[in-house]
């Protein structure tokens, strides 16, 4: 019982601290987690499950100095980045695949979608900094 209370107060601790608008600048080196994943096509309801369920990665780096997206099977480019006070929108393409990431600058969270001529997977998450 002890460790899971610790565990709550480290998580509460993390929970309210502020976050350093920094961290999500284009600055460092991030580490993100997918939670929520969509497979949508013209025509029909989106299919909404896992992450894994969709086969996008469990964990992914963005590299900002190289500028690279990197998962345990592929790397992809970041061909573009465009910044405003609210995000960071990240764009390129990978596999036959357009792809963009819209990073919130204040909290981490991201959407990113994939998509080629037959439908679109959409996914939603989180960043942090390494």
């Given at each position: 019982?002890?460790?899971?209370?610790?565990?709550?107060?480290?998580?509460?601790?993390?929970?309210?601290?502020?976050?350093?608008?920094?961290?999500?600048?284009?600055?460092?080196?991030?580490?993100?987690?997918?939670?929520?994943?969509?497979?949508?096509?013209?025509?029909?309801?989106?299919?909404?499950?896992?992450?894994?369920?969709?086969?996008?990665?469990?964990f992914?780096?963005?590299?900002?100095?190289?500028?690279?997206?990197?998962?345990?099977?592929?790397?992809?480019?970041?061909?573009?980045?465009e910044?405003?006070?609210?995000?960071?929108?990240?764009?390129?393409?990978?596999l036959?695949?357009?792809?963009?990431?819209?990073?919130?600058?204040?909290?981490?969270?991201?959407?990113?979608?994939?998509?080629?001529?037959?439908g679109?997977?959409?996914l939603?998450?989180?960043c942090?900094?390494?």
């Open positions: 019982m002890k460790k899971i209370i610790g565990l709550a107060a480290v998580a509460a601790l993390y929970a309210t601290s502020p976050v350093v608008a920094a961290d999500f600048d284009g600055s460092k080196l991030l580490i993100c987690a997918p939670v929520e994943a969509m497979d949508c096509v013209s025509g029909a309801e989106c299919f909404k499950g896992n992450p894994d369920d969709v086969g996008a990665p469990a992914m780096r963005i590299d900002f100095a190289s500028k690279a997206i990197t998962g345990p099977k592929h790397s992809t480019p970041i061909r573009h980045i910044t405003d006070a609210d995000q960071l929108l990240l764009q390129g393409s990978e036959g695949y357009g792809w963009v990431l819209a990073l919130d600058r204040k909290t981490g969270k991201f959407s990113a979608t994939l998509t080629d001529r037959e679109t997977f959409v939603f998450g989180a942090t900094p390494l």
